[in-house]
């Protein structure tokens, strides 16, 4: 990141970056790494940067960080259930925080995360679409790192990012989906091979073919697509 770039121009920058990223379909994943990376190009005295998301369990988690401070840094907030990170995501403005050992409003994690390198953090709510996704946080090993330049450039970009998650997350549910119809389709295609089956065996309609399948399937353990599978590769390939 050019550090020379008016401040218009470096959002652009970034922006740019960040709608190749969509285009090339990432994985939730891989776009958040990407993304912390592009956090700590884009505010120049950051010396670790991370995402914060809700997990599948519905807990908060450092779902991507630039390495293992950032983690602890963030570990010691979910476990205290204060700190700057989590402050910005539950009132969604963006916090500041000048000198970690020496700041009274989360005096827990202060106390804990005094020792650290870390002397200095920024975060930013992630919404989109009114809601509010996470959080992105930078942190510096100076005091008073981040100035109000920093500040906007880091709200600025957590909007743009959650704009981002959310789109490739929409992708990614709309690509299960579709997956998961497909193999719905499969599976009664084979369902309804093996009822023609039985039909032409048994010489009976349809329901009673059903009927059939769902009693032996029953008997053998297996379910009933497995069974009708089975029926519709040995009655296809009988010497295999």
Not at 78 to 96: I, M, Q, S
Request: hydrophobic share 45%; proline share 3%; net charge negative.
């Amino acid at each position: 990141m050019n550090h020379d770039l008016p401040l218009a121009d470096e959002l652009a920058a970034v922006s740019a970056r960040m709608s190749g990223l969509l285009l090339s379909r990432e994985t939730v994943g891989t776009v958040l790494s990407l993304v912390t990376s592009l956090a700590g190009e884009a505010l120049p005295a950051t010396a670790g940067a991370g995402v914060s998301l809700l997990d599948e369990h519905g807990r908060r988690t450092t779902a991507a960080a630039t390495g293992p401070v950032v983690e602890h840094l963030d570990a010691l907030q979910y476990e205290l259930a204060e700190g700057p990170c989590l402050t910005a995501w539950e009132e969604r403005h963006v916090v500041k925080v000048d000198d970690i050992a020496r700041d009274v409003r989360w005096p827990r994690w202060a106390e804990a995360a005094g020792g650290s390198e870390m002397r200095s953090a920024l975060s930013a709510p992630m919404v989109a679409g009114g809601d509010a996704l996470g959080a992105i946080k930078v942190y510096g090993r100076e005091p008073s790192a981040f100035g109000e330049r920093e500040e906007y450039l880091l709200t600025m970009f957590a909007a743009q990012s959650a704009i981002l998650l959310a789109n490739v997350r929409s992708y990614d549910n709309a690509r299960r989906l579709s997956e998961s119809l497909a193999d719905t389709m499969r599976g009664r295609d084979v369902i309804n091979m093996a009822k023609g089956i039985v039909m032409a065996r048994e010489r009976v309609g349809e329901g009673t073919a059903f009927a059939v399948l769902a009693r032996d399937s029953h008997e053998e353990n297996k379910s009933l697509r497995d069974f009708a599978g089975a029926l519709v590769r040995s009655t296809v390939h009988p010497d295999r």
